[in-house]
């Protein structure tokens, strides 16, 4: 059985940083394509980050350049590194899988406020 459990979201100021954390058990994560979600209440889920089997890593445009998805495969844990935060980066953020989605983890939410 799949499980993903996120941490690492909290309350933080405008150009500020946090890195999230989630951690899979039930999968191998360095044998699948990776990604951060983020939701927003009434608006649908939304890809941020993805890390494919060989390493490579791709961004949703409104992201580039601020945050960075990273990997431990020892610790079979997804990491997203988040700089320069702006409000409107305040979501509920989500790992899975990018291209064969398994059931959500509670996430963990990201609020960017002053």
């Known amino acids: 059985q799949v499980q993903l459990v996120e941490s690492g979201g909290g309350l933080v100021q405008p150009g500020g940083s946090l890195r999230l954390s989630c951690a899979a058990s039930?999968?191998?994560?360095?044998?699948?394509?990776m990604g951060w979600f983020r939701q927003v209440p009434g608006k649908q889920r939304a890809f941020v980050a993805g890390?494919?089997?060989?390493?490579?890593?791709n961004y949703a445009d409104s992201v580039k350049c601020r945050f960075t998805i990273s990997r431990d495969n020892a610790k079979n844990t997804v990491y997203l590194q988040m700089n320069s935060l702006k409000p409107e980066d305040t979501a509920d953020y989500y790992c899975?899988?990018?291209?064969?989605?398994?059931?959500w983890g509670q996430g963990t939410q990201v609020t960017v406020s002053s």
């Open positions: 039930g999968i191998i994560i360095s044998s699948n394509y």
């Open positions: 899975n899988r990018v291209d064969h989605l398994t059931a």
């Open positions: 890390v494919m089997r060989d390493g490579t890593t």
